[in-house]
């Protein structure tokens, strides 16, 4: 995943938690800047 102030993250698929319905969901990426986002996200 890549920001847009230049951040990449790379992370394995199988180290993120499967969730359910009910759950909030999983962090995967953290900011310092909060109006950074998320750009780009691609699967190897």
């Not at 790379?10 to 969901?25: M, N």
């Not at 909060?34 to 780009?40: A, G």
């Amino acid at each position: 995943m890549t920001s847009t102030s230049g951040q990449i993250v790379k992370i394995p698929l199988a180290s993120i938690p499967p969730r359910s319905r009910t759950a909030k969901g999983v962090i995967l990426m953290r900011f310092s800047d909060k109006s950074d986002k998320v750009v780009s996200a691609t699967l190897i």
